[in-house]
């Protein structure tokens, strides 16, 4: 189940019969819309190899730093200039 967030942002979302059906189909699940909605994005997220929740955000963030040696993305001819 997903976490409250401190502040909820809203949209409109719109669906064809088709998509509304099986959604309501899916519900047999005992799903609120909200799970069903919540898992949808889960999983678009992680299709995509984007953070789903800030912990993993900071995870993948430091992993990404491991690689650089001078700082956040600081060109090798300004760093090597430093260091001379």
């Not at 719109?14 to 909605?37: C, I, N, P, V, Y």
């Not at 993993?56 to 090597?80: D, F, V």
């Amino acid at each position: 189940m997903a976490k409250k967030p401190t502040e909820v942002r809203r949209e409109l979302v719109g669906f064809d019969e088709e998509t509304w059906h099986a959604l309501m189909l899916s519900r047999e699940s005992m799903k609120t819309f909200q799970e069903l909605a919540d898992e949808a994005f889960r999983d678009l997220l992680h299709k995509y190899k984007r953070p789903i929740d800030l912990k993993a955000a900071l995870r993948s963030g430091l992993l990404l730093g491991r690689g650089r040696r001078h700082g956040r993305g600081a060109p090798e001819s300004a760093a090597r200039q430093s260091h001379n």
